[in-house]
């Protein structure tokens, strides 16, 4: 298991935060969403890497983070960035800075691929929250991670890029055929949202 799938690997379910997204109109129930709190993603860094990695803050609202790679003898970057959040202002922007880039290294993507569910809520004060915590998905906890190795991985990503440049239907079904849903949730993050669309557009 090199790095990357070590740092994109599922947290604890103690770890797990959730907070109230999108609400039906009369507030009674909402949609889920998970996320970790940043000292969680720090100490994932941590525990992997010790003293191979760092973080920057070269301006406001935004957070680089570097890993060592040891085999080319570099340095690895990635960024992001985020606004001052309601709650906490400035600190909450810098943790939302470094979770948003760790996120670029695998760090908590998982969490974005969790189905939208709906709960019902409570008021807390002027706002709602959670009355209930939901249970994840076997494939988002450690125990049911079904990891894929990265060079599957770029595998599975050349083959649906070449698929689609020839608009080869038969050819990207049985690129993906070999996966079971699980599996595919875990693939899908390899695209972005246009890719998605056409390998969608092309499958239907």
Sequence with gaps: MNILDQLSRPFPESCIRW???????????????????????????????GLDWQCEYPFEGCCKIGIFDKETDTWIWRSNGAGVTKVEGEKGQYSDAFKRAAVLFGVGRYLYDLPNTWVPLKARGRSYVLAETPKLP????????????????????????????????????QVWEEFDNEEKIQLWPLFDSKERSAIKALST
Excluded at 138 to 154: H, L
Excluded at 160 to 167: C, D, I, K, V, Y
């Design 19 to 49: 907070r109230v997204g999108s609400t039906n109109q009369d507030k009674t129930k909402g949609i889920a969403l998970a996320y970790i709190d940043a000292r969680d993603a720090y100490q994932r860094f941590d525990d992997l890497l």
């Design 138 to 173: 076997g494939w988002a906890t450690p125990s049911g991670w079904n990891r894929i190795a990265s060079g599957v991985k770029r595998e599975v990503y050349e083959q649906t890029m070449e698929a689609l440049s020839r608009g080869d239907e038969m050819g990207l079904k």
